[in-house]
């Protein structure tokens, strides 16, 4: 686990090294980190709107609409990491800004699950809806645990599905999926001689790693929880000695 967030954080070293030219110039203009994270939020409702239209114009086997919006979600996740950098290396900081990052970030990833939900359902991918849907629920809990313990006095942080690595999963693997359906078709179906039904469909690649969200972000909820459970534990246990 300490390899692993090592390994994130080195990652993320790397990414800052290559955005900060930019955020250079995002400060040199005058864009604030609030004004930034608005940005991201609207983009995300351009991700919700991609999928809305993909269900209601679209038709069951074009899964351009899912390539488009992983485009956008990717887009959207780069300005989440523009604010940050925006505030620290533009001297902007603020506990009202953390705040309103942490909020607009709540509201980005339910508005563009909203739209996921919305795209499965109506092309009658009920399972996979309910995976979105328990997806959402990790998701929302992992930031939640992790607010809650801090207004404790608990810091926590780490995991296996934290916010970038959902963003890069849902919004790379719907890229793929997009891009796989020009050339095996959105509609194209694998079957195994003596199994009755179809083992994988083209639209699998993106809802395969929606599931896998959903699985690790509740886990990731739990951990955080049991730590946190750890941490107050050895917190009461060290108060008791003194007194």
């Known amino acids: 686990m300490a390899q692993a967030?090592?390994?994130?954080?080195?990652?993320?070293l790397g990414i800052y090294k290559v955005i900060d030219p930019l955020v250079k110039i995002l400060i040199k203009i005058g864009l604030t980190p609030n004004a930034i994270t608005?940005?991201?939020?609207?983009?995300?409702?351009?991700?919700?709107?991609?999928?809305?239209?993909?269900?209601?114009?679209?038709?069951?086997?074009?899964?351009?609409?899912?390539?488009?919006?992983?485009?956008l979600v990717l887009f959207a996740g780069l300005?989440?990491?523009?604010?940050?950098?925006?505030?620290?290396l533009g001297k902007m900081s603020s506990q009202f800004g953390a705040l309103y990052d942490s909020v607009l970030d709540r509201y980005s990833e339910l508005i563009m699950?909203?739209?996921?939900?919305?795209?499965?359902?109506?092309?009658?991918?009920?399972?996979s809806s309910i995976f979105a849907f328990i997806a959402l629920i990790g998701s929302m809990m992992v930031s939640y645990v992790r607010a809650r313990a801090e207004g404790l006095g608990i810091e926590l942080k780490g995991g296996l599905m934290q916010r970038p690595e959902?963003?890069?999963?849902?919004?790379?693997?719907?890229?793929?999926c997009g891009i796989s359906s020009s050339y095996i078709g959105g509609d194209y179906k694998l079957y195994i001689p003596g199994i009755p039904f179809h083992v994988f469909?083209?639209?699998?690649?993106?809802?395969v790693p929606i599931v896998i969200l959903a699985v690790l972000s509740n886990i990731t909820a739990f951990?955080?929880?049991?730590?946190?459970?750890?941490?107050?534990?050895?917190?009461?246990s060290k108060i008791n000695k003194e007194s």
């Open 223 to 236: 951990k955080r929880l049991y730590d946190a459970k750890k941490a107050m534990e050895a917190s009461e």
């Open 5 to 12: 967030t090592t390994v994130r954080v080195n990652l993320q």
């Open 38 to 71: 608005t940005i991201g939020l609207l983009l995300n409702f351009g991700v919700a709107g991609i999928f809305i239209l993909g269900a209601e114009e679209g038709n069951r086997g074009d899964l351009s609409y899912v390539g488009w919006a992983g485009a």
């Open 166 to 176: 959902r963003v890069v999963t849902i919004g790379l693997f719907a890229i793929i």
């Open 201 to 207: 469909e083209t639209i699998t690649i993106f809802t």
């Open 79 to 88: 300005f989440d990491m523009l604010d940050g950098q925006v505030a620290r």
């Open 113 to 127: 699950f909203l739209g996921i939900c919305y795209y499965l359902v109506a092309h009658h991918y009920f399972l």
